[in-house]
């Protein structure tokens, strides 16, 4: 059972004390600034690191400038693991991808993270022909390098390459697996993943994977949607090699996600217009799935630092979701950027009023 909100008008704003407006109206009503977020005290902070793509291209201050900010305030707010959806580059390049290792180097042995490769950081200059990555180099993201040795990383699909991979963490009195798949993930991949959360039934899982939401509320669904909905991994290149299997966010709910009890989150970044998409979903056994889509890559300056950060209070049920910038130093409090969930309730969102004819 799916239920919807394609204009989210309704979506509950809860603006914490830390991101009220203030001064002579130096921002628009969507935004407040001061200082960043705070959390209450016994919560903790998951970081979501949307496309980077841009900084990594021309602005790689922006993308410091994240990571910095959750290694000073991985104590005070308590962040407990950090996410990045994809499209860490532009070009799948050497100078793109030094930019995104020093920036994320500023996490190494503060909070652990787990990156989910975008289209763009596969194949020749990022055109995502093939599955080939400089992120599984080991000088980058690949075995041997930081990233393959935290101890939170559990485990990998390829002894080769770090590209699929699953973590552990602890966290508010829960423990918790994190799935980070590839671009458009291989069916195999898809099997793997499920072996995965089957051998590890006390966790509660999230899911990252690059292409997965679209920004109409809807999951990418290629067999029903088709090309109707823009940018869907099954209208690529990388589709049309021999052998290839491809899974589409509908794919990975049908195959994946919808099958096990204790699947909590899905994100994923890769897709513009509005760049946001949210759906509250159950799953076979009745457990209610946030699954979101965050992407800035297509503002000024590639999203400005925007990032999202999901509080975790001490009640064990409550989330709050904000996005923050640490470029700008300003929440973004509109509906689609903040709002509050329910560990484990669907999140029912109000039907949009009828328009008058």
């Given at each position: 059972m799916t239920l919807i909100d394609p204009n989210r008008s309704a979506c509950r704003r809860t603006v914490s004390l830390a991101c009220l407006v203030i001064g002579l109206g130096l921002l628009s009503g969507r935004f407040a600034a001061a200082e960043a977020p705070s959390i209450e005290p016994g919560s903790w902070t998951l970081a979501i690191l949307p496309d980077t793509q841009v900084y990594s291209e021309r602005y790689p201050q922006h993308y410091a400038a994240q990571t910095r900010w959750i290694a000073?305030?991985?104590?005070?707010?308590?962040?407990?693991?950090?996410?990045?959806?994809?499209?860490?580059?532009?070009?799948?390049?050497?100078?793109?991808?030094?930019?995104?290792?020093?920036?994320?180097?500023?996490?190494?042995?503060?909070?652990?993270?787990?990156?989910?490769?975008?289209?763009?950081?596969?194949?020749?200059?990022?055109?995502?022909?093939?599955?080939?990555?400089?992120?599984?180099?080991?000088?980058?993201?690949?075995?041997?390098?930081?990233?393959?040795?935290?101890?939170?990383?559990?485990?990998?699909?390829e002894t080769d390459k770090t590209d699929n991979t699953f973590h552990t963490f602890s966290a508010g009195g829960k423990e918790w697996l994190v799935l980070a798949l590839e671009w458009a993930p291989r069916d195999e991949v898809v099997a793997w993943a499920n072996r995965v959360v089957t051998d590890h039934p006390d966790r509660l899982v999230m899911l990252v994977t690059h292409a997965y939401m679209y920004f109409d509320e809807s999951r990418y669904d290629w067999a029903a949607k088709h090309d109707t909905q823009s940018w869907n991994p099954h209208a690529y290149a990388l589709a049309k090699q021999p052998g290839e299997t491809i899974n589409d966010g509908q794919q990975l709910w049908e195959k994946l996600v919808s099958r096990h009890e204790r699947f909590r989150f899905t994100f994923n970044g890769h897709v513009l217009g509005d760049g946001t998409g949210f759906?509250?979903?159950?799953?076979?056994?009745?457990?209610?799935?946030?699954?979101?889509?965050?992407?800035?890559?297509?503002?000024?300056?590639?999203?400005?630092?925007?990032?999202?950060?999901?509080?975790?209070?001490?009640?064990?049920?409550?989330?709050?979701?904000?996005t923050y910038s640490p470029v700008l130093d300003r929440c973004d409090t509109s509906s689609d950027q903040q709002f509050t969930l329910q560990l484990n309730e669907q999140r029912v969102l109000p039907a949009s009023p009828p328009t008058e004819e």
């Open positions: 000073d305030h991985a104590a005070s707010h308590n962040i407990a693991f950090v996410l990045h959806e994809g499209d860490v580059t532009e070009h799948n390049t050497p100078e793109q991808w030094d930019h995104a290792l020093r920036a994320m180097d500023t996490l190494n042995g503060v909070v652990p993270f787990a990156i989910s490769p975008g289209n763009h950081d596969y194949g020749p200059g990022g055109n995502s022909s093939a599955r080939t990555s400089r992120f599984n180099d080991s000088e980058y993201f690949g075995p041997g390098s930081y990233y393959s040795q935290q101890d939170s990383l559990a485990g990998s699909f759906q509250s979903s159950l799953g076979e056994r009745g457990n209610a799935v946030h699954q979101m889509l965050a992407n800035y890559q297509f503002k000024e300056q590639g999203g400005m630092g925007d990032m999202r950060l999901l509080e975790f209070k001490q009640d064990g049920k409550t989330v709050e979701v904000r």
